[in-house]
């Protein structure tokens, strides 16, 4: 037996101590292999014989991944798959040391790894992907991350390594777009569709400025915070020509989205069973990045087709009678494109809105200021307010316009679960953040309502 099987096999067991303990076991293994052996993520990834896919984005990471997933399994792949979210170096670790046989073999062909924005420039160099999906960047716990161009320069840094052979980048996002500027064989994807285009830039937009010049760009059309159509008038830089596009979306409200899906090769009619045009943008990253891996249209449109809701992102569980609509919010773009596709529905809304602070979350909470919750006000039948900063959301949908009447706050959250089931009908919205949706996954679970903690 080999020194890394050895490893791999004293690791595995403190994961199997863990899982009994109940503290989970894809994590803190994966971190004590790394102790162990430094370089097994490198290792481990460069015996998948068909390579390996790395995702990373601010929002829609999980669920792009879900969706790609379910693409490559019906083109006959066997993936070795983060699909959990453990996203940063124990969770890929724990992921490939999972996936190890006794003599350090994988079961599986192909990696496909959702990668935190943060620790893409110590993961990339060791995996050495096929292909890199960068699918946008938006303000997102600035304690933790910084400014926007903090995370772009480090990607910029990943990107000029050649440490992935094929980039996928989001034409509409400036920042993202602009890294593949100086590469060849970049595939862009983006919506060309104007019929979904926003009046006008949100208050929540990031990225207003040319990354190359400084000058403000001049937007022709806004689909969702600052991804859109847009050029710099000083310096000429302009969108790149997506080859994979949405040229038609109708958005069905909760129940999904209709898209036209133009490929290099064809155009197909997509039926997408996620609500929302931000997992429009998820399908169409999907898209590209499987179609750099050689995925054919009839296995992009099934997989899309067949894709199911992960844990928390838009994912229907029934308790009390009611059906509850997990729908997770963690920065004011995506805020934003919660309440609007919650806008879609006819009638008023009956919602569980749990806000903590937490350091998943951000210990910074006032891009709830910038989220624009007066897009609902009116049509909020009733709010429960949950999680550690519960108060402080409760004045957020006061100053939106919430009479107070209708706002209730319940700190705990099994209180406010029950509160919120017991005190309306039909269908109830819950909109947590991070560790929130995670602690309601829990209480669902203990409740018999979902199953596993990611099931």
């Known amino acids: 037996m080999s020194l890394l099987s050895v490893k791999l096999a004293a690791a595995r067991a403190a994961g199997a101590v863990s899982r009994r303990a109940g503290r989970g076991g894809t994590s803190l293994p994966g971190k004590l292999l790394l102790r162990l052996e430094p370089g097994a993520v490198g290792s481990l990834a460069a015996r998948l014989s068909n390579g390996s896919a790395v995702i990373s984005a601010t929002n829609g990471k999980t669920t792009t991944a879900a969706m790609v997933a379910s693409i ?12 959990a979210g453990a996203n940063m170096a124990g969770g890929i670790a724990g992921t490939l040391l999972e996936a190890a046989g006794p003599r350090a073999t994988l079961r599986g062909d192909t990696g496909l790894f959702e990668i935190d924005e943060f620790w893409l420039d110590r993961l990339v160099p ?30 910029a840094a990943v990107v000029a390594t050649g440490d992935a052979q094929t980039l996928v980048l989001n034409a509409d996002d400036p920042l993202v777009a602009d890294l593949g500027r100086d590469r060849d064989g970049v595939v862009y994807f983006g919506v060309e569709d104007p019929s979904v ?29 600052h991804l859109g159509h847009y050029h710099c008038d000083a310096c000429g830089a302009t969108r790149p020509a997506p080859s994979v596009a949405a040229e038609r979306v109708v958005l069905d409200g909760l129940r999904g989205a209709r898209v036209t899906l133009r490929l290099p090769s064809t155009t197909v009619e997509v039926a997408l069973p996620l609500p929302g045009l931000y997992n429009v943008y998820n399908a169409l990253a999907a898209a590209a990045l499987s179609t750099a891996l050689g995925a054919s249209p ?98 957020r949908f006061k100053y939106a316009g919430v009479p107070e009447e209708r706002l209730v706050v319940e700190p705990s959250l099994p209180a406010a679960l029950d509160r919120a089931v017991a005190g309306g009908s039909g269908r109830l919205v819950a909109i947590p953040t991070y560790t929130a949706m995670l602690a309601l996954r829990q209480e669902l679970v203990a409740r018999g309502a979902a199953r596993g903690s990611f099931g």
Not at 336 to 355: C, M, P, Q, S
């Open 72 to 83: 490559l399994e019906r083109g006959g792949h066997t993936l070795v798959h983060n699909r």
């Open 197 to 225: 285009a926003l009046e006008g830039m949100a208050h929540a937009a990031d990225s207003k400025h040319c990354r190359r010049c400084g000058a403000p760009y001049t937007y022709d059309f806004v689909f969702l915070g």
């Open 126 to 155: 060791q995996i050495r992907p096929r292909a890199l999906l960068l699918a946008n960047l938006f303000r997102d716990q600035l304690d933790r991350y910084g400014e926007l161009d903090t995370i772009a320069d480090r990607w």
């Open 298 to 395: 009839d296995e992009i449109v099934a997989g899309l087709e067949a894709t199911a809701a992960a844990f928390g992102r838009a994912e229907t569980v029934s308790l009390g009678g009611r059906d509850l609509l997990l729908l997770l919010v963690k920065n004011p773009a995506g805020a934003n494109e919660v309440l609007r596709t919650l806008a879609l529905e006819d009638g008023e809304h009956d919602v569980l809105a749990v806000l903590n602070d937490h350091v998943a979350d951000g210990r910074d909470v006032s891009w709830v200021w910038d989220a624009d919750f007066e897009l609902l006000a009116g049509r909020l039948a009733r709010v429960v307010c949950s999680g550690t900063r519960a108060a402080e959301l409760a004045l």
